[in-house]
């Protein structure tokens, strides 16, 4: 089993920049594929951001260049900085842990998943 706990959700302003952190415990952090997904009010849960233990990342389209997603091994921690929000950012940021081993974007292949953390852009 892992633990995910998701932080550093807040209201902020459009152009601004916020730090999400997750915290994972009971496996081993360095041999998990890890990710970042958001929910927005009445729509799907979509992909943001993946990073695996050989540090490969791929995100998707609408926050290239303004979300940067990495990993801290020693300190079991998953980080998702982001910058220049949009109001469409609106979401729960959800993270999430993976026992495969390659960048993957679909939310099945996720088996653990953080209870998530809200993220409020005014514009």
């Known amino acids: 089993q892992v633990q995910l706990v998701e932080s550093g959700g807040g209201l902020v302003q459009a152009g601004d920049s916020l730090r999400l952190s997750c915290v994972t415990s009971g496996r081993s952090f360095s041999t998990l594929t890890m990710a970042w997904f958001r929910q927005a009010p009445g729509k799907e849960r979509e992909f943001v951001a993946t990073?695996?233990?050989?540090?490969?990342?791929v995100y998707q389209d609408a926050v290239k260049g303004r979300f940067t997603i990495s990993r801290d091994n020693a300190k079991n921690t998953l980080y998702l900085q982001m910058s220049s929000l949009k109001s469409e950012d609106t979401a729960v940021y959800h993270c999430a842990a993976s026992n495969w081993g390659t960048v993957t974007a679909r939310s099945n292949d996720y088996d653990y998943w953080g209870q998530g953390t809200q993220v409020t852009v005014s514009s």
């Open positions: 990073i695996t233990w050989a540090r490969n990342t």
